[in-house]
C-alpha cells in the first residue's frame, strides 16, 4: 500500500516533466541498447566460428606419438613409431561411455593415377568409424566394410578434389579403378565436398581406404601415425580424454615415473582458444557499451540533482504536510529507477531491433542471449539505485522549514 | 466542556550563530481551545515565523513544553513529529505552495499520500469533499496556473481540510492577495471556524486580526498582549461594504 502510493507520487511527479524525464531515459535506453546490440553481434559471430569448427567434428580427440626422451634427436611426431593397433584394442577394452567412435590413422602420400590422368594426393588408411569422427558423409555409393578392413580390401573411397582431377570428363567414378602407387583401388564410394577447413586446408583432397589395406599393401608398417577417436558429446571430451590416455599408458606399460610418449588432443580445446578470441571481442564491445550505460547513469544523476534543487519547495511542502525524510528518499529513488527501467526496456527493445536490423542489412550472424537482456536490465536498476541514491538522500536530509522557504 | 488543541508552557527557543546565542523566544505560555480562531500578530523580528514553526511541528522548542492535542512535540522525533504534522495539522503557506502541473484534486488528495491508513478510493472522496468545502467544486481538474490566486489559496485550504486536522495553521495566508481576494479567504475561514475548525492565523496585518476572535500580539519573543476580540468583525459584510471600483 505505502509503496504504491509512494509509486504513484513518483509517477506523477516524473509525468509534469515528460520531456525532461525522456531525455535523462535517452542515456539509458542508448546505453542498454548497445549492450545488447554489441552481445548480440558478438555472440553471433561466436557461434558462427564454433559451428564452423564444429563442422570439423566438434568431439574430436587425436592421439598422436610424441617423444618422451629428453635428450638425443628429438624426432617429428609422424616417424616416431610408438602407436599400435594394440593401442586401439586397449581403448576398445574400455567400453567406455564417453567414446562412440575409434579409428587408427595411417597416411601416405603419393600419386593417383587413372587413365591419362594423375594426381598428388593421400590416402588415408581408417577403420569404418572414421566418417563419424570427421563427420563426413557420403555422396554417392557406400563405404567399406568391417570384411573389407579384415581382408585387405583393395576398395577407396574418393573426395570431391581427387574425383575433379582424375574424372575431368565428368564420368561416374563408382565401380572405377584407380591406381594408387600401381596398386589398383576399385572405387565404392564418394564424400560429399566439405570445402577448405578453416586453415585454408582443402578437404577434399582425400583418398580413404581400409588402415589394413594401407598398411600391408602400401607403407609395408605396423605402427599407425595417429589414432582418431570421438567423444559422445563435447562435455564428454575431457573424460574420454583421461581414460584415452590411462589406456595408451598401460599398453605402453609406462611407469608412473615415465611421461606420456603420446598426445591426446581434443578439438574442443582448439574451438575453446578461437572462440576465447571472439569472447575478448564480444566483452570489449560490451565494456565500450557498458560505458556509454554509466554515462546515462550519470545523466541520470545529474538530472536528480537538478530536479532536488529546483523541487526544493515541492520538499518542504511534501515535508510539512508529513512526508518523513525516508518517503521524500523513496519518492526520488523510485523516480530514478522508474526513469532507467522504462530506459531499460526501450532500451532492450530499442537494442534487439536493431540487432535484427544489422542481421537483415549486413547479413551479420546475430544471437540474442537471454542473459544479456537480464544483465542489462539488472544494470539498469542498479544504476538507478546508484545514481538515484544520492541526489534523494540529499533531498531526504532537508531542514522543511528551509526548504518552505527556498527561493 | 472545552479541549485544549494547544498548550504552550513556558516556551524558548534560542538558535546559536556562531559564537552568541539568538533568543528568538524568550518564554511564551499561552493555550488555545477547541474551535477558537487566533491570530498571532507581530512585526518582523518579533518571533512569530519561529514560533509559527514550533507551532507547526516544523521545529522544537529549545525549553519549555508543547502540548499538541495532548502529543508532547518535545519528545518526538522527525519522523513522528512528520506524522504529526500530517494527521493534526493542516498548513496554509502565503505563496500556497502548490505542485505545478497537478490538477487542484490531486493537489488536494496530497497529505493523503502519506497517511498509510486511507484507501485510494477514500482519499478521493475525501478530497473531493474539501474541495466542494472550499467552493470549488467544478475545478477539479484545474492546474494551479489555470486558477487565479484566491482560487489557489482556496485549493491550498482545501489541501489543509482534507486529513481532517485539529486545527488549520495558516502562514500570511492573505499575503499575496487583494483586499477583495483577501477578505473572501477570511471569510471562508469564518466559515470553517463556525464549523468548529480551529485556526490560527499568523498576519501582521491588524485588518485581518479584527476578523478573528482572539489576537496574539507578540514582541521581541515575548507576548505583549492576549486579548480577546470583543468585536469580531464579519468577512461576508466586509466584503459587502467594499467600493464597487474595486470590482471592475
Partial sequence: MAILNLLRIAFLALQRNKLRAFLTMLGIIIGVASVIAMMAIGEGSKQSIRSSLSGMGSNMITIMPQSNEPGGVRLQGSSIQTLKMEDITAIQKLQSENINGLSPVVSTSGQAIKGAYNWPTTITGVSTDYLNIRQLKLKDGILFSERDVKSFAKVCVLGQTVIDNLFPDGSNPIGQIIRFKSIPFQVIGVLEAKGQSNFGQDQDDIVLAPYTTVQKRITATNYLQSIYASATTEASSDAATVEITRAVRESHRLTAAESDDFQVRTQAELINTISATSSMLTVLLTVIAGISLFIGGIGIMNIMYVSVTERTREIGLRMSIGARGQDVLMQFLIEAILISITGGVIGVVLGITSAYLVSFLLNWPIMISESSIIISFIVCAITGIFFGYYPAKKASNLDPIDALRYE | ?248
Avoid at chain 2, 25 to 44: C, N, R, Y
Fill in chain 2, 1 to 248: 466542556m472545552e479541549q485544549k488543541i494547544l498548550d504552550i508552557r513556558d516556551l524558548k527557543r534560542e538558535f546559536v550563530m556562531g559564537d552568541q546565542t539568538v533568543r528568538a523566544l524568550k518564554g511564551i505560555t499561552f493555550d488555545i481551545k477547541a474551535g477558537e480562531f487566533v491570530t498571532i500578530m507581530g512585526s518582523s523580528g518579533s518571533g512569530k515565523t519561529t514560533l509559527l514553526n514550533i507551532l507547526g511541528c516544523l521545529d522544537k522548542p529549545t525549553e519549555g513544553s508543547y502540548l499538541l492535542d495532548g502529543v508532547d512535540v518535545k519528545s518526538l522525533n522527525r519522523d513522528e513529529l512528520a506524522g504529526l504534522r500530517n494527521t493534526k495539522i493542516g498548513f496554509v503557506f502565503q505563496a500556497y505552495n502548490l505542485l505545478p502541473r497537478t490538477s487542484a484534486l490531486e493537489n488536494v488528495e496530497l497529505p493523503l499520500f502519506y497517511n498509510k491508513t486511507i484507501s485510494a478510493d477514500e482519499r478521493h472522496k475525501r478530497a473531493i469533499k474539501s474541495l466542494e468545502s472550499v467552493k470549488l467544486a467544478e475545478r477539479f481538474d484545474h492546474t494551479p496556473s489555470q486558477l487565479s490566486g484566491g482560487q489557489q489559496q482556496r485549493v491550498a485550504i482545501a489541501r489543509a481540510l482534507v486529513n481532517h486536522p485539529v486545527m488549520i495553521l495558516a502562514d500570511e495566508a492573505t499575503g499575496n492577495l487583494d483586499t477583495r481576494t483577501s477578505y473572501e479567504i477570511m471569510a471562508l475561514m469564518q466559515e470553517l471556524n463556525a464549523e468548529g475548525k480551529t485556526i490560527v492565523f499568523v498576519t501582521h496585518e491588524p485588518d485581518i486580526a479584527s476578523f478573528s476572535t482572539r489576537t496574539i500580539m507578540l514582541r521581541d519573543g515575548k507576548i505583549q498582549k492576549d486579548s480577546i476580540n470583543t468585536n469580531q468583525r464579519s468577512a461576508k459584510e466586509a466584503l459587502a461594504n467594499l467600493p464597487e471600483s474595486d470590482d471592475y
